[in-house]
């Protein structure tokens, strides 16, 4: 099994298509949206005061 890129291990028949590709950038996108809108979601934390008792 000859491969014109000689950084290519070749433990595999083929190398991963473009869909692959393609799928894992979409998913990896949609999960930066989804962490971002989460935490852009977020209530601001409440003032919070502490009085020392003697």
């Not at 950084?7 to 962490?35: C, D, H, M, T």
Request: aromatic share 14%; proline share 7%; hydrophobic share 50%.
């Amino acid at each position: 099994m000859e491969d014109s890129n000689p950084f290519y291990i070749g433990w595999q028949e083929s190398k991963p298509g473009r869909f692959l590709k393609n799928a894992v950038w979409v998913f990896s996108l949609a999960g930066a949206l989804v962490a971002m809108g989460w935490v852009l979601g977020q209530q601001p934390l409440p003032t919070a005061s502490f009085i020392m008792a003697n």
